[in-house]
């Protein structure tokens, strides 16, 4: 719903847009998303983003500011800047100016006052409403991706055969996130892309989507060069996708859009005027740590520092990825042994199962050893992180 306006200022808004029209120039009003303003606090937001004016000084003493001498010399800033909000399909259009206060201040006022809507602007802000929508509802429809074992080791069997059997397969545990290769991320931010996008194109035909690097800051929509530029940064969009195993490990990621799209023909659905098939938007996302479990664990515990895991049941897979991700071993206790069986825990079998830790109980660690490493975790390849772990080491 916008704000009514003037038969006047509508004369006036096509007069504005026939000119950009004609002289096809580049107009994209940029657009700060608030999830829930009306329009007292989209009015304050606006403000927030004004303009700052810039000063010069004359008069200086001895190169010092002097309440007798000193002038500034400010300039005046206007700005016009759209706040929507989707969720509600709202938007408001404000003009915004700063202006000097005094020539012997560099103190200036800011002054807001609506502002009529190009009728592309109007157009672009229904599309941006429709993507937005879209996406809300689509990421809500596929929350979560439960993925199933290749395989489950079974209950009952020999740390030294578990370690050294190659029938265990850790290249889709939850553990391989740590992993300073980033082929498991992204093979993850694939399978969610093509989930959404697959579900999105069941309403909305999105073209070219990504898993890999954001394009700019929002979305740019608009016709014959005039439109909005989306920005987000003005509020907190908390859409997120998990991968959840079946032994409870679970991959939380936050995921939003970026790109543009060109709007080059009208195409028609009930309910919704739509302007274009081709939008050329890419999924972005970020690893949430704190929500991600891995062995019951959140990831940023795992990560955050010293970590002490020898009283705790790790599977085999986070000890075979600490094993690679990690140097400088210390052995602190239990390298001796063949025969002692370490139980796997839990009634139900999981990929990669888990081992029991010694916590002084176990003299005899069938081949596998207490460990201390240190080294570097790399979060989703791109936060890395300088960490010391103590757990349980079945490798050779």
Not at 109 to 133: G, V
Not at 210 to 217: E, K, L, R, Y
């Amino acid at each position: 719903m916008y704000r009514s306006i003037l038969p006047l200022i509508v004369l006036m808004t096509l007069a504005v847009f026939n000119l950009h029209a004609q002289t096809n120039q580049l107009q994209l009003t940029t657009t700060y998303v608030c999830d829930n303003c009306d329009y007292d606090s989209a009015l304050e937001l606006a403000i927030s983003r004004h303009e700052p004016i810039v000063c010069h000084t004359r008069g200086l003493d001895d190169g010092l500011l002097s309440q007798s001498s000193t002038i500034f010399d400010c300039n005046e800033t206007s700005v016009d800047l759209i706040i929507a909000n989707p969720i509600d399909r709202r938007a408001f259009k404000f003009s915004v100016s700063a202006r000097q206060q005094s020539t012997f201040s560099p103190a200036y006022t800011i002054n807001a006052s609506d502002t009529p809507f190009l009728a592309r602007e109007s157009e672009a802000l229904e599309s941006f409403f429709d993507i937005d929508d879209d996406f809300r509802s689509t990421v809500e429809e596929i929350q979560t991706i439960a993925f199933t074992p290749k395989n489950s080791p079974l209950k009952g069997v020999y740390a030294s055969q578990y370690a050294q059997s190659d029938d265990v397969d850790c290249s889709e545990h939850a553990s391989n996130i740590l992993s300073n290769d980033p082929s498991f991320a992204n093979q993850l931010k694939d399978t969610f892309s093509s989930r959404i996008t697959g579900a999105l194109g069941l309403k909305q035909a999105w073209e070219n989507f990504t898993s890999t690097a954001p394009v700019g800051d929002g979305v740019s929509i608009g016709t014959g060069g005039i439109g909005i530029t989306v920005n987000f940064s003005t509020t907190e969009r908390n859409y997120f996708v998990t991968r959840r195993n079946e032994n409870g490990d679970k991959l939380v990621f936050q995921v939003s859009y970026r790109g543009d799209t060109k709007n080059t023909r009208p195409i028609g659905r009930s309910g919704r005027g739509r302007l274009t098939t081709e939008r050329f938007l890419n999924l972005s996302y970020s690893f949430i740590p704190g929500a991600s479990r891995i062995d019951g664990m959140p990831v940023s515990t795992i990560v955050r520092g010293i970590v002490d895991l020898t009283n705790l049941p790790i599977s085999l897979c986070l000890s075979r990825k600490l094993d690679e991700i990690l140097g400088d071993e210390v052995v602190i206790g239990g390298a001796g042994g063949d025969g002692s069986l370490i139980d796997v825990v839990g009634d139900g079998p999981t990929n990669g199962g888990s081992l029991i830790p010694p916590a002084g109980e176990w003299t005899n660690l069938a081949g596998c050893k207490i460990v201390e490493r240190s080294g570097s975790a790399c979060i989703d390849n791109t936060e890395c992180r300088a960490i010391k772990v103590s757990y349980l080491s079945c490798r050779e």
